[in-house]
């Protein structure tokens, strides 16, 4: 990407292989939440397994009893909270979004000129 300070720099369009330009920004939030839900759900497994006590069993069905109990409540609970605060990372930092240009059409409707070639844009990509 081309920044506004080096908008001299000029590259012969036959050494391209390919141009993209930017077209604007898109929303990242269901990536930065399975993200946040893969590294919370194991950070709070660790942290379950670790440092929460079992609580004295008291459930007929015994689900939550013990240290396994402790680490998928610390899972479920991690999970819950790094899909939540990632997907707010990745909604508010978004993703460019990219479009190709049409590099074939650029070298034919390339022209010379006394400063040498002038490439004229004549395709549009969608």
């Known amino acids: 990407m081309l920044r506004s300070e080096a908008l001299a720099l000029s590259v012969p369009v036959r050494d391209m292989v390919r141009l993209e330009r930017r077209s604007g920004r898109r929303s990242a939030f269901w990536t930065g939440a399975g993200w946040g839900a893969s590294i919370g759900g194991i950070s709070g497994l660790g942290v379950g397994l670790i440092l929460i006590k079992p609580a004295v069993c008291t459930d007929p069905v015994r689900h939550l009893c013990g240290k396994a109990g402790a680490g998928v409540v610390g899972g479920l609970t991690g999970a ?3 899909a939540l ?3 707010i990372l990745g909604a508010v930092l978004g993703r460019d979004r990219w479009q190709p240009v049409c590099l074939e059409a650029m ?11 002038v490439l004229i844009l004549a395709c549009r990509s969608f």
């Open 80 to 82: 819950l909270g790094g």
């Open 85 to 87: 605060l990632g997907g």
């Open 107 to 117: 070298r034919l409707n390339s022209a010379s000129s006394s400063r040498g070639p």
